[in-house]
């Protein structure tokens, strides 16, 4: 039997390539999206992957939604909580609502679909949870506060969870990608990135398709021994 994954913010950016590869991998997909109807239509005409909308920031969606998707689809067995949003800002200038909407989204969005997903997958005793973290959250970053403060907050949210699961078949890791070539990035002014590029090893961005390759990994059979685990992939930029 196919395992079933479901990708947060999986019709777009690092979340598509992460979907495409699940499903190279025999899985079967399942995309959730939080606004952008077009994107999702067009994604779901092109992969076949069939695409939720719901706001994994709202605690009761990702309730209703994962039970839809068992429903519909059948039980998860593979979480990958890749959405993500940036609301930057230096502190002096970054509002509450700022502040607030990130950790709610990025790393309250994390709580809400494990929440859903976890304790089914422990009674199963097998499942896979992958929570895309970041660089920033790794090193810091100017004017990201609250984006650093969530994904540093992923980082610990895995190691915990990991142990949680470890005895019941249950993986939980988390990547960190460093400066990956989509919309996210390419909404940081140019003269900023070209010295963001500048600091990477490497000397070029990431594309999608290279962390999905290692999302795909975490949630292969294969790594059933691997748990609670970052893995950085970031061209070589922070060596953690
Ligand atoms: P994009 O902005 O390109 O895509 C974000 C995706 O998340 C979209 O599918 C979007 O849905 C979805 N999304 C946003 N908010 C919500 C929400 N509340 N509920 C459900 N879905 C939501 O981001 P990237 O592909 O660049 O980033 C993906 C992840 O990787 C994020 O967690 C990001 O922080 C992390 N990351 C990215 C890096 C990069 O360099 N790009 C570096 C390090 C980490 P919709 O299409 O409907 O808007």
């Given at each position: 039997m196919a395992r079933i994954?479901?990708?947060?913010?999986?019709?777009?950016?690092?979340g598509e390539a992460i979907s495409l590869a699940l499903k190279a991998q025999g899985c079967t997909v399942v995309a959730?999206?939080?606004?952008?109807?077009?994107?999702?239509?067009?994604?779901?005409?092109?992969t076949g992957i069939r695409a939720y909308r719901w706001d994994v920031g709202d605690h009761q969606a990702c309730i209703a939604g994962c039970a839809q998707v068992a429903e519909e689809v059948g039980p998860i067995d593979i979480v990958v909580n890749n959405a993500g949003i940036t609301r930057d800002g230096v502190l002096h200038r970054m509002s509450f609502e700022d502040w607030n909407e990130v950790m709610r989204i990025n790393l309250g969005g994390c709580f809400n679909m494990v929440?859903?997903?976890?304790?089914?997958?422990?009674?199963?005793?097998w499942g896979r949870v992958v929570n895309i973290g970041s660089?920033?959250?790794?090193a810091g970053q100017y004017?990201?506060?609250?984006?650093?403060?969530?994904?540093?907050g992923i980082h610990g949210f895995t190691k915990a969870l990991a142990q949680e699961g470890a005895k019941y078949g249950v993986t939980v890791n988390a990547i960190a990608p460093g400066y990956i070539?989509?919309?996210m990035v390419a909404a940081v002014p140019q003269p900023v990135l070209d010295k963001i590029i500048a600091k990477i090893p490497v000397g070029r961005l990431?594309?999608?398709?290279?962390?999905?390759?290692?999302?795909?990994?975490?949630?292969?059979?294969?790594a059933g021994f691997v748990t609670g685990s970052t893995l950085s992939m970031n061209g070589g930029q922070h060596m953690y």
């Open positions: 994954a479901i990708v947060t913010g999986g019709t777009r950016g690092i959730n999206y939080a606004g952008n109807e077009e994107k999702a239509k067009a994604f779901t005409a092109e929440k859903a997903t976890f304790p089914a997958m422990r009674e199963r005793g660089i920033n959250g790794q004017g990201q506060v609250n984006y650093a403060a969530a994904k540093s070539d989509t919309d990431g594309h999608a398709d290279e962390i999905a390759r290692g999302v795909a990994f975490l949630c292969s059979e294969n």
